[in-house]
């Protein structure tokens, strides 16, 4: 746990002051965040990734009990400097949906998204996606 916490606060440490209004530059490594209607240039790797939107967020709320978890789809952006560019879906719940996507020879991974719903608040939030690039092979999760 120890080590999760030191890896989240490394990732989150990686996003560089915005170049552009709406973008950011983080330099490639196991995780970052990205604020939804950002875009993030990975450094290091033709690659470009812009949090669009989120299309659904029927996840439990922190503050209930829930017999299943719920899921929230998130609309992702990526594209490179040759022109090639794909939108996409990526899933909270691997039952309801894909959590991963491969653009080119980029692995893009939906580790989390926050904030969690709370029970009465409303639907409207700020919300930040927390995602892995990989290149290759798919990490083992």
Known sequence: MKFLRLSLLAASLCVAPA???GRDTVVAGPMFTVKQGR???????????T????????RCPKDVECIQAGNARVRLLARNSKGARARFVLNTD????AR???FGKYGIELIRLSPQ???????RRAYEAVLSIYGGTPPNR
């Open 39 to 49: 875009e993030l240039k990975i450094k290091g790797a033709d690659l470009r990734i």
């Open 19 to 21: 170049p552009a209004p």
């Open 117 to 123: 719903p709370t029970a009465g608040a409303p639907k």
């Open 94 to 97: 691997i039952l309801r949906g």
């Open 51 to 58: 949090f669009l939107a989120v299309e659904e967020d029927s």
């Open 100 to 102: 991963r996507y491969e």
